[in-house]
């Protein structure tokens, strides 16, 4: 609550979807989705990982959970579905699509990414690269595993990693 936000920045979530039931998100026309893809719909996730970063990002100020730190409805959101209803993922085509419809179908100037993996791709990469050369900040997982290995897209020099420590600063 120590942040303003004026609104105007799409923010694209690359995840599970989004539950437009979910009573902690907003449900109204500030999220926006691409149709279509092998995953599913965006607007449905049967696997709650996307609906899971919509909150962190865009939670309303209620009393059902968390509050997000854009919270009230005032965070624009555009979805991409990547993963189905099992969390399987696509391929690197898949994500580099994806980036694509954020920018293109979304207006997004910022994507999330909340996913990644220990392969790199030149495809992505050159994807990446050209997105933040057209002023998009990508931001990405650096993973879950709690060691110094590389993941793919945060270790990108084009992308943010975000990583959390421990109470051990581990």
Request: charged share 15%; proline share 3%.
């Amino acid at each position: 609550d120590q942040l303003t936000y004026g609104g105007g920045t799409t923010v694209c979530i690359i995840d599970s979807g989004y539950d437009h039931g979910h009573p902690d998100l907003p449900a109204g026309a500030n999220v926006t989705g691409t149709a279509g893809g092998s995953s599913g719909p965006w607007d449905e996730d049967g696997f709650g990982h996307g609906t899971h970063v919509a909150g962190t990002i865009a939670a309303l100020s209620n009393t059902e959970g968390v509050y997000g730190v854009l919270p009230g409805g005032n965070a624009d959101l555009h979805i991409v579905r990547v993963f189905n209803n099992s969390g399987g993922f696509s391929y690197a085509s898949g994500l580099v699509a994806a980036l694509s419809d954020c920018e293109n179908d979304g207006g997004a100037k910022v994507i999330n990414m909340s996913l990644g993996g220990s392969f790199k791709s030149r495809t992505e990469q050159r994807a990446f690269n050209d997105a933040e050369s057209r002023g998009i900040l990508s931001i990405a997982a650096a993973g879950n595993d709690g060691n110094s290995r590389h993941s793919y897209p945060a270790s990108y020099s084009s992308v943010v990693s975000v990583a959390a420590v421990d109470e051990f600063e581990n």
